[in-house]
């Protein structure tokens, strides 16, 4: 599959990539720099073009910008992307003494993001820690997905089950990505107090 990753230059992105590699697809690395977009893909083994570029070629476009300028990045690509299918990753946090905390926004960045695009949300892969999926191997854990579009998610859950050794799992319409992202600050806070790079297995699923 032809994956975009606008914001494809920073940890995730790349650890997306080299695992969307691994895996036999095709990923173009994105950046609002072209030139930074071609030197990260070069090293990588793959494409690398301006956001705007990579998106129009695309099957799925991945949002892995920096989670604050999500929604804004999608706004600027929205004639780019047109009703191609858009993966949401983002997930906002906040670093306190007593320890992250989840974004007190009452709407989630993958709903916001639908908001401003006329392309299918679906919204996962934020427990997958780029430290993981840029492994060796696959990462041992689960992938929950989100999204309310029937073919956006399945084509979503398809690209997933090929990137972890674990399970994709529809785990509902898009208005769940609220749990999803907010589930990113427990997870940061599990891999602070024991120093691990933590991953969900959900049990009782056959
Ligand atoms: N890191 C993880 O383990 C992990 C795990 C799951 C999900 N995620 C999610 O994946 C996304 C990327 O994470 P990351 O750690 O790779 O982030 P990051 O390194 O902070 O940022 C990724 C890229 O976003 C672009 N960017 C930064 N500010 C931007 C803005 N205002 N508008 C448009 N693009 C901007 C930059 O690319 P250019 O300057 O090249 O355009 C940057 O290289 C986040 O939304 C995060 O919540 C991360």
């Known amino acids: 599959m032809r994956v975009a990753l606008v914001g494809g230059t920073g ?3 790349v650890a997306l990539a080299t695992r969307l590699l691994a895996a036999g697809h095709e990923p173009v690395i994105g950046s609002r720099d072209a030139e930074r977009a071609a030197s990260i893909a070069a090293d990588l083994g793959c494409e690398g073009a301006a956001n705007e570029d990579a998106v129009r070629s695309a099957e799925l476009v991945v949002l892995a910008t920096k989670a604050d300028g999500a929604v804004e990045a999608a706004r600027s690509l929205r004639e780019a992307i047109g009703t191609t299918p858009v993966l949401s990753v983002a997930a906002e946090l906040r670093f306190t003494k007593e320890g992250v905390l989840p974004t007190p926004e009452p709407t989630s960045i993958a709903e916001r993001i639908q908001a401003v695009l006329d392309a299918p949300v679906v919204a996962g892969l934020h427990s997958l820690a780029a430290s993981n999926l840029g492994g060796a191997e696959p990462p041992d854990e689960d992938a929950l997905i989100c999204g309310d579009d029937p073919a956006a998610k399945a084509l979503v859950l398809e690209l997933a089950s090929s990137l972890t050794a674990g399970r994709a799992l529809d785990a509902g319409p898009l208005a769940g990505a609220r749990a999803l992202e907010g589930m990113t600050a427990v997870i940061v806070n599990l ?9 969900l297995r959900v049990t009782g699923i056959p």
């Open 11 to 13: 940890a995730f992105g």
């Open 191 to 199: 891999n602070k107090r024991y120093k691990a790079h933590a991953g």
